[in-house]
C-alpha cells in the first residue's frame, strides 16, 4: 500500500512533442505529490508538485494532472526538448510536506528526446 | 530554492575501512535529513531518517551499525560507511525539507558516488 507505480519504465519522444509519464497509488493517505528530475551522476531536481485539493497544476512546458478518485496522477512535458533527456520519478508522501515524512518514490522513467 | 550539499562527491576507498560523507543545508536549518541510497538504473532508496539531536531512524533492512548516521547541528548531517565492502559501492544522496513561499518541498544534496575496491 505504500507504493507508488510509475510507468512507462522508458520513454522516446521527438522533439516538440509531449512526453507524459504516469504514477499510481493506493494508500490514500497520501497527499503531496512532487515530481523530480534526475541527471546521470546528479542528485534529483524538484520539477514541480502538487496537492490532492488541485486537479492541475502548471509550471512553465511542465504540467501535473491528478485524479484523486482514480488515485493517479501524471507529468507532461509540452514541446520536449533534447535537453528534457532525463529520469523522472515520481513520488508521494503522507500527512504533508515537511517534518518527518518520508517521501515513497517510483521507479523511474528515462526519457529520450530525440532531435 | 534551498540549496543542499555533499562532500566529498566522489571517494574510492579499499575494502575494510570507513568513509564519512557530510551532507549540509546551505541557507536553511534542517531538524530532519534523509539518506538514501541509488544503485544503477534504479530508484531511490531511502536508508535513514536523521535527527537533530536524537538518533536517526533506519528503514527496515538497513545494518544501524553500518552506516552509522549523526546528525550534530541544524545544517549538517553525516553518513559514515563502516568497514565498506564492495557491495556497498553506491550513489549516496541526501536530503531536507525546506520551507518555501507556500508550502514545503524537499531538496536534494548532489549525491556522493562510492566505489569500494
Known amino acids: 500500500q505504500q507504493q507508488v507505480k510509475q510507468s512507462p519504465q522508458s520513454l522516446i519522444v521527438q522533439k516538440g512533442g509531449i512526453s507524459i509519464i504516469n504514477c499510481a497509488y493506493e494508500?490514500?493517505?497520501?497527499?503531496?505529490f512532487p515530481w523530480y528530475q534526475q541527471f546521470p551522476g546528479k542528485g534529483p531536481a524538484l520539477l514541480i508538485a502538487?496537492?490532492?485539493?488541485?486537479s492541475e497544476k502548471k509550471e512553465g512546458r511542465f504540467t501535473i494532472s491528478f485524479n484523486k478518485s482514480a488515485k493517479q496522477f501524471s507529468l507532461h512535458i509540452m514541446d520536449s526538448q533534447p535537453g528534457d533527456s532525463a529520469t523522472y520519478f515520481c513520488a508521494a508522501s503522507a500527512g504533508g510536506a515537511g517534518g518527518y515524512n518520508k517521501l515513497i518514490f517510483g521507479a523511474g522513467t528515462r526519457l529520450a528526446v530525440h532531435p | 530554492g534551498a540549496v543542499v550539499s555533499q562532500h566529498p562527491s566522489r571517494v574510492i576507498c579499499k575494502s575494510g575501512t570507513s568513509v564519512k560523507i557530510e551532507c549540509r543545508s546551505l541557507?536553511?536549518?534542517?531538524?530532519?535529513m534523509f539518506w538514501y541510497r541509488q544503485f544503477p538504473k534504479q530508484s531511490l532508496m531511502l536508508m535513514a531518517t536523521?535527527?537533530?539531536?536524537?538518533?536517526?531512524?533506519?528503514e527496515q533492512g538497513v545494518e544501524k551499525d553500518k552506516f552509522l548516521i549523526n546528525h550534530a547541528s541544524l545544517t549538517l548531517s553525516t553518513l559514515t560507511v563502516t568497514s565498506a565492502h564492495p557491495e556497498d559501492s553506491s550513489f549516496y544522496i541526501c536530503?531536507?525539507?525546506?520551507?518555501?513561499?507556500?508550502?514545503?518541498?524537499?531538496?536534494f544534496g548532489p549525491g556522493t558516488r562510492l566505489t569500494v575496491t
Open positions: 502538487i496537492r490532492p485539493d488541485v
Open positions: 536530503s531536507a525539507w525546506a520551507r518555501t513561499s507556500d508550502d514545503y518541498e524537499q531538496y
Open positions: 541557507d536553511f536549518q534542517a531538524t530532519t
Open positions: 494508500n490514500t493517505a497520501f497527499d503531496y
Open positions: 536523521s535527527n537533530e539531536g536524537s538518533k536517526a531512524t533506519y
